[in-house]
Nanobody, 115 residues
Framework: QVQLVESGGGLVQPGGSLRLSCAAS????????MGWYRQAPGKQRDLLAQ???????NYADSVKGRFTISRDNAKNTVYLQMNNLKPEDTAVYFC?????????WGQGTQVTVSS
C-alpha cells in the first residue's frame, strides 16, 4: 500500500520559516517526479514546486526565491523549505508523487502564517 505522509506544518509568524516533509512508504520516491501543492479555503489547488527524476526544478512565481524543494533518497522523503513566509502562504500543503499513469497524494498539512 502506497502512503505519502506530510508533516512539519504549523503556525508561524510572517517572515518565519518552516520545513515540510513528505515521507513515503510503498514506493521509492527517487523513481517519481515530485510536486508540492497548496490549497487555501475556497480556492483551487495550486502547484508550487516540482522536482523531476532527472533533477529539474520548477517553481511557481509566487514562491520563487523563498521556497526550495529537495529530496533525500536515503530517507525516501521530499522536503519543502519555506522561508520569508507571508500571510498569503496560509493553506493546506500537499505533496504528490507522479509517473504516468501513477499518481499519489498525501493527506496534507496545515500551514498558517499569522502574527
Amino acid at each position: 500500500q502506497v502512503q505519502l505522509v506530510e508533516s512539519g506544518g504549523g503556525l508561524v509568524q510572517p517572515g518565519g520559516s518552516l520545513r515540510l516533509s513528505c515521507a513515503a512508504s510503498g514506493i521509492t520516491l527517487s523513481l517519481y517526479n515530485m510536486g508540492w501543492y497548496r490549497q487555501a479555503p475556497g480556492k483551487q489547488r495550486d502547484l508550487l514546486a516540482q522536482l523531476t527524476t532527472g533533477g529539474s526544478l520548477n517553481y511557481a512565481d509566487s514562491v520563487k526565491g523563498r521556497f526550495t524543494i529537495s529530496r533525500d533518497n536515503a530517507k525516501n522523503t521530499v522536503y519543502l523549505q519555506m522561508n520569508n513566509l507571508k500571510p498569503e502562504d496560509t493553506a493546506v500543503y500537499f505533496c504528490k508523487a507522479y509517473m504516468w499513469p501513477q499518481n499519489y497524494w498525501g493527506q496534507g498539512t496545515q500551514v498558517t502564517v499569522s502574527s
